[in-house]
């Protein structure tokens, strides 16, 4: 099992920012990739940003220029700076992490249970 936590939700006006945090833990042997996933109402999960193992970074067009993800010293945090937030930046975001378990060496997927992030006009 895999367990994933997220912080650092809450409301901030147009223009402001926010870091959201997340950690993994659980049977973990490594840590292929950590992203960050966002909902907002009435719309489908969409994959904002990722970071693989070695460092490698994918964005989301409109994350681009805006957003940062980053790895915690420990391997096991990821972190999303986000800057000059927008209205349409309202979502749920949703950690997620792809691992390899400690005992069977098999692929987990793991998601955290989201923590919103609300930006006012």
């Known amino acids: 099992q895999v367990q994933v936590v997220e912080s650092g939700g809450g409301l901030v006006q147009t223009g402001g920012s926010l870091r959201l945090s997340c950690a993994a833990s659980g049977s973990i042997f490594s840590i292929n990739t950590m992203a960050w996933y966002r909902q907002a109402p009435g719309k489908r999960r969409e994959l904002v940003a990722l970071?693989?193992?070695?460092?490698?970074?994918n964005y989301a067009d409109s994350a681009k220029g805006r957003f940062s993800i980053s790895r915690g010293n420990a391997n096991n945090t990821v972190y999303l700076q986000l800057n000059s937030l927008k209205p349409e930046d309202t979502a749920v975001y949703y950690c997620n992490v792809d691992v390899i378990h400690r005992r069977t060496r098999n692929y987990v997927e793991g998601w955290g249970q989201g923590t919103l992030v609300a930006v006012s006009a």
């Open positions: 970071i693989y193992s070695d460092g490698t970074t």
